[in-house]
């Protein structure tokens, strides 16, 4: 789920008309962009959830897909190939941003909505050469056909009716991710909540009850609970990147905060974390979100 755009080079695009179908998730969109030759934004129901630009897929437009960005450029030494696993497809923006950026990367994307998955193919089509598998699945059984220790990086950012479902909220979800990942990888998740914050709360009580190292990215009105928004969760039982991920953040066109450490546990305010049993999805975003 994505929202703001960042500014970039301009240039003036040929005619291009939006392809409009229904997938199973509802209503998606692709939608020319007028100032990128061959940049187009995928929306759902009229709610935006990716960008991609298929001349420079290293352009990350929407502001939580940039702090992603920064993830992916720190997982590993620059250019270094990485096994990555995207759970939650949509037009596959980072699976391209892994590809473009280091080349010979190994990716699994997981995404459910197998019509969807047949439209971004057809009409945006991925880098023939990329090494890029996508499985039409449910995020967490995609999950569990992930080898242990194969992944470097997963990225979670899986939205159904823009609100994250309830059985990708748990420890339980977390503790097959654990499984999945590397001893030294990086789990990312992209959360969306707004006052009181609970699910934010609980979301960073769960990564902390199976994780050694967090941290939060977010705008600073969202973590002081002013306006529902995007956050995204680190957590490792590596040591995280956290100087640099602090100066990234903060000089992006649209700045983030970045918290960790004891800061962090007090944000959720003695929270408890997620079970399968007591999950629930996260909030739905207010209609003014996308508007």
């Not at 960008?51 to 992603?68: H, I, K, T």
């Not at 999945?180 to 934010?200: E, I």
């Amino acid at each position: 789920m994505g929202r703001s755009r960042s500014t970039g080079p301009r240039r003036e695009r040929a005619a291009a008309e939006a392809v409009v179908e229904q997938v199973d998730g509802g209503l998606a969109e692709l939608r020319p962009d007028r100032e990128r030759a061959r940049g187009w934004t995928l929306l759902i129901d009229g709610a935006p959830q990716s960008y991609v630009d298929l001349d420079d897929p290293a352009y990350l437009s929407f502001e939580y897909q940039r702090r992603l960005g920064h993830v992916i450029d720190l997982a590993a030494p620059p250019g270094k190939p990485v096994h990555a696993v995207h759970l939650g497809g949509g037009a596959f923006t980072l699976a391209r941003y892994v590809a473009a950026t280091r080349p010979r990367s190994t990716q699994q994307v997981v995404e459910q909505d197998a019509a969807l998955v047949r439209l971004v193919r057809r009409a945006l089509p991925l880098d023939a050469g990329a090494r890029i598998r996508v499985r039409a699945l449910d995020a967490r059984e995609g999950l569990a056909k992930v080898a242990d220790g194969w992944a470097d990086l997963i990225v979670a950012d899986v939205f159904s009716g823009a609100r994250t479902p309830a059985h990708l909220t748990s420890i339980e979800f977390l503790d097959e991710v654990r499984r999945a990942l590397k001893p030294s990888g990086v789990y990312a998740a992209n959360l969306a909540d707004g006052p009181p914050l609970a699910h934010l709360r609980g979301q960073i009580a769960t990564a902390a009850a199976r994780f050694g190292e967090l941290a939060l990215i977010a705008d600073s009105a969202v973590l002081r609970g002013k306006r529902f928004g995007n956050a995204i969760l680190l957590a490792s039982d590596a040591p995280l990147p956290l100087a640099e991920l602090t100066r990234r953040a903060a000089s992006d066109p649209h700045p983030g905060r970045l918290e960790h450490g004891r800061a962090l546990i007090d944000f959720t305010g003695g929270a408890a974390p997620v079970t399968d049993a007591a999950a629930v999805a996260s909030p739905a975003p207010p209609p003014s979100v996308f508007h």
